[in-house]
């Protein structure tokens, strides 16, 4: 079971960047785990924004892509957001998951067996 840290959230202006951390320990993280964020606003439901397979395959929500990217460092066991020309729409609690199932809908937050504990990301108009 991996369990895993956000990190890098905080406080930028529109059209600003920031980078997310996501730390994992406790699991073979480069061999057994897709790896996604997540953002969930206030009054709104959790939202797929970004994945990454086990091959390094990615995808994104379309309001995010052009924007942001995501990646993995297996050799550090760390998968990254970065994030760039910040949008007021995109302040939420930014969260990290990962999942071990071979087939799953990656877009889907109940696909994910294991998350973090969120990291908010404030962006000002």
């Known amino acids: 079971q991996v369990q895993l840290v956000e990190s890098g959230g905080g406080l930028v202006q529109t059209g600003g960047s920031l980078r997310l951390s996501c730390a994992a320990s406790?699991?073979?993280?480069?061999?057994?785990?897709?790896m996604g964020w997540f953002r969930q606003a206030p009054g709104k439901e959790r939202e797929f924004v970004a994945s990454?397979?086990?091959?390094?395959?990615?995808y994104y929500r379309d309001s995010v892509k052009d924007r942001f990217t995501i990646s993995r460092d297996n050799a550090k066991n760390t998968v990254y957001l970065q994030m760039s020309s910040l949008k007021p729409e995109d302040t939420a609690v930014y969260y990290c998951?990962?999942?071990?199932?071979?087939?799953?809908?990656?877009?889907?937050?109940?696909?994910?067996?294991?998350w973090g504990q969120g990291t908010q990301v404030t962006v000002s108009s």
């Open positions: 998951a990962a999942s071990t199932a071979s087939d799953m809908n990656r877009y889907r937050a109940d696909s994910y067996g294991e």
């Open positions: 406790g699991g073979t993280f480069s061999s057994s785990y897709s």
């Open positions: 990454i397979s086990r091959r390094g395959w990615t």
